[in-house]
């Protein structure tokens, strides 16, 4: 039987995917879907050439600001960085724990000049790549998360995490926490409510929320339940909260249940349904892509996209996706401003896509 910690990892390794939906079965290549109700309409869907044999687990994905996309893989220990039509730029890492090694290559955050930071939950340590892949260094955090759903490089030498650390004294309260550094990592502060649960032991398999950047520079958390997207300026001062008016379940105690004995602790899913907001990405200055999934038992059975207005956070348009369109998630927008990049599951494996879109009228910026 599983010890709390060991268990703790597993589910990691499970739900590496309040990001990335939890995979389903897919069959043949994805249709190009007609999605009414959203002021978005996607036009076609292109799977980036050789991509189904680039990757085994993707746990993280970032667009960095040259517009190349970066992959973590737990399974390759390894992240790998793309051009937007997919050839690949580069591989860095591999299974260990030295210099350049990854345990479990977790979340990435992409700094303005095009660096990569690597979050590897396996040793809770912040390894940070140069622009062409190679190690610069590594730092272990100054505390233990047990789950971390986001991750945003907000300058060189300051970092931001979304994720549950129960043992961070008064920062064990916050969902987000920001890291300065330099020939070191310091903790500068935490912000941010966590979801909503009356047992918090819960938030150890649930996480806190998905952390990105918005168009114009924001940080923005997806809070884990309710339907809550806030927005902050690079040192955490809260700058908008928008409740988005989305079905979604009433806490996170929902989807486990926790069992002890004397010896170990156990965690299990429950055959509840679970729906609760996924992802939150900046389509534009003024549109945000958000993402809620339904399911039970650790598995995603219904995926919802919801177009926000990033100003007063109105709900614009709701569209549930069909059966066979398997996008797991969204990294963001491609510089073309028209082509939104993911990684999706065609036949059952994970493969990297190209969505192209436009808008439709009425949601011109």
């Not at 926790?258 to 996924?278: G, H, N, Q, R």
């Not at 990405?281 to 958000?290: C, E, G, H, K, R």
Request: charged letters at 20%; aromatic letters at 8%.
């Amino acid at each position: 039987m599983r010890s709390a910690r060991s268990r703790s990892q597993f589910l990691h390794l499970v739900a590496a995917l309040a990001g990335l939906a939890f995979p389903c079965q897919a069959q043949g290549p994805l249709p190009t879907p007609d999605l009414q109700g959203l002021p978005l309409r996607i036009v076609g869907v292109a799977v980036l050439p050789g991509t189904d044999s680039l990757l085994g687990r993707p746990t993280d994905m970032v667009l960095r600001p040259d517009g190349t996309l970066c992959v973590s893989d737990m399974a390759f220990h390894r992240v790998t960085c793309l051009s937007d039509s997919g050839r690949v730029l580069f591989h860095s890492g591999r299974d260990g724990q030295g210099p350049g090694e990854f345990g479990l290559p977790y979340r990435l955050a992409a700094f303005p000049d095009n660096s990569i930071g690597v979050f590897d939950i396996g040793n809770q340590s912040l390894s940070v790549l140069d622009r062409d892949g190679r190690y610069v260094d590594r730092w272990t955090l100054p505390f233990f998360f047990h789950q971390v759903n986001g991750m945003v490089g907000l300058s060189r030498g300051s970092v931001a995490i979304s994720g549950y650390a129960p043992s961070a004294g008064w920062s064990a309260d916050s969902a987000v926490h920001l890291f300065r550094i330099d020939s070191t990592i310091h903790h500068v502060r935490s912000f941010g409510p966590l979801p909503a649960a009356d047992n918090r032991e819960v938030l150890n398999y649930w996480g806190t929320g998905r952390l990105t950047m918005t168009a114009d520079g924001r940080m923005l958390l997806t809070q884990r339940l309710p339907y809550v997207l806030l927005q902050y300026d690079t040192t955490g001062r809260l700058l908008r909260r928008n409740r988005i008016p989305g079905t979604v379940s009433r806490s996170a105690d929902l989807a486990f249940a926790l069992k002890k004995d004397l010896t170990s602790s156990f965690v299990t899913s429950t055959s509840e349904m679970v729906i609760a907001p996924a992802w939150a990405v900046s389509i534009s200055p003024n549109l945000i892509l958000a993402a809620r999934t339904g399911g039970r038992a650790g598995e995603i059975t219904t995926v919802w996209w919801d177009c926000i207005d990033a100003r007063t956070g109105k709900l614009l348009g709701s569209a549930q996706l069909p059966k066979g369109f398997r996008v797991l998630d969204i990294a963001g927008v491609s510089s073309s401003g028209r082509t939104l990049l993911g990684v999706a599951l065609v036949d059952d494996t994970p493969v990297l896509v190209r969505l192209d879109f436009r808008l439709r009228d009425s949601s011109r910026d």
